[in-house]
């Protein structure tokens, strides 16, 4: 396969960490590959490196929705051509692999091994959401590492997949399906290809479906465990969603929300019945255990 050479581009800005979810969500439809650093100066860094040339027009109309949605003002943002290099290999040994609980997250162009008694998951930087980097996937795969120590799941849903790996990490997890849901099309295809990479495709079953409205969702279920990472107003809206679909003594684990808004997402799951049974934070992020 050719190196994909030339001069490229690359697009930064920063942000604060409560808006980095809706920023992150509108770049990915760039299609580049984001590096997203440590917050500094009380602001989180992110670069996109593209091929094309990202016109200034173009990038604040697509940031600007970002900006409303998050409460914020429009952040300034660099636009600037890289040297003539294997841009997308600079960009890929900006994402070191990283561990997470038994799980081991790498890309592609991680020569090493993976550690032994470790789990791999490949995941490379792509139009989906959930490359392992960010905290909130970060503390759904501790989530399912600590859970796996003590029981064993036979029929979970990973709801919101994006790139698949929470799916796939429940299929290496448990020898069982998993099913694999998401609203977007190109998550799902990215998930199924990802799936395949991994070795897990015959058991991790991408389905369209917005939320928990997919028929074939439920015919699927109930099941016993549900793990959503998505933003914090969205897992509210869907608490009975979770209630409906979630087995008698089944457990769901919940993230893509800042510690302080804990409180959001709980009431209306424990309006349903739901009870808090665990609660991982990892900085600013926090992912919710809840039982039935």
């Not at 998401?182 to 990802?194: E, G």
């Not at 799936?195 to 991790?204: E, K, Q, T």
């Amino acid at each position: 396969m050719a190196k994909a050479t030339g001069s490229g581009w690359t697009l930064a800005l920063a942000v604060p960490p409560a808006a980095l979810p809706f920023f992150e969500a509108a770049l990915e439809a760039l299609g580049g590959a984001l590096v997203i650093g440590g917050p500094e100066t009380g602001r989180v860094p992110i670069t996109v490196y593209l091929a094309g040339h990202p016109k200034k027009s173009d990038m604040t109309a697509l940031l600007t929705p970002a900006a409303v949605a998050a409460d914020v003002d429009l952040p300034d943002f660099r636009i600037e051509a890289l040297p003539d290099l294997d841009w997308v290999a600079e960009s890929q040994r900006a994402l070191p692999p990283i561990r997470a609980g038994r799980f081991y997250i790498y890309g592609s162009h991680v020569g090493n091994a993976p550690p032994a008694a470790s789990i791999p998951i490949l995941i490379d930087a792509n139009a989906a959401f959930g490359t392992g980097r960010h905290e909130s996937t970060r503390g759904c795969l501790l989530a399912l590492s600590l859970m796996a120590k003590r029981r064993r799941f036979r029929r979970p849903l990973d709801l919101g997949c994006g790139s698949g790996v929470l799916a796939i990490a429940m299929a290496k997890l448990w020898p069982v399906s998993v099913t694999a849901a998401d609203n977007d099309p190109t998550s799902l295809a990215v998930a199924h290809s990802n799936a395949r990479l991994n070795g897990v495709a015959a058991r991790v079953r991408p389905l369209a479906s917005d939320g928990y409205r997919s028929a074939a969702l439920a015919r699927r279920g109930p099941y016993d465990l549900i793990v959503a990472n998505i933003l914090a107003e969205p897992l509210a809206a869907m608490a009975g969603g979770l209630a409906c679909h979630l087995a008698p003594g089944g457990l769901a684990v919940l993230s893509g929300l800042l510690t302080r808004q804990e409180r959001i997402v709980l009431v209306p799951h424990r309006l349903h019945g739901l009870r808090l049974v665990g609660r991982l934070r990892i900085g600013e992020w926090s992912t919710l255990i809840l039982g039935g």
